[in-house]
């Protein structure tokens, strides 16, 4: 199993001292996007999962600061909790996904999205409105 997502240094460290836990495969996002080398965006300096799904997908990644800084040690974890752990779960193999199609595309980018989009039936995001199209100069 890999671990991926943005700044996940601190989950690693926090599964192992709280719940004993070795991670053995992780990806942080952050690093592994500024490895590849895409012709067609920029990737900023500080990196966002929000940012990388809206990037690489085109979709808005719900990301509330209140549930964010939850209480995530409480049992159960509440409906908003459970769903912002899903979506940030999916939107990292999503992302982390997208990175390797660009470096191999083997499955279309197409199925990629509809995975994702699939996979984020219990939060639904949105489509991101359109960008604007640079004017072409002659």
Known sequence: VLKVGVGIKGDVARLLSDR???????????????????????IPKLVSLKKLVHIFGCHTLPKSKSVQLSNWDTIPLTDAQQRYAADDATAG???????QYYISPVVPIRELDQLYQRASVVYPLKQAPARKKTPEIS
């Open 20 to 42: 004993n836990l070795v991670v053995r495969g992780a990806q942080d996002l952050e690093h592994f996007v500024k490895m590849v080398p895409f012709p067609h965006c920029t």
């Open 93 to 99: 193999c999503f992302v982390y996904y997208a990175v």
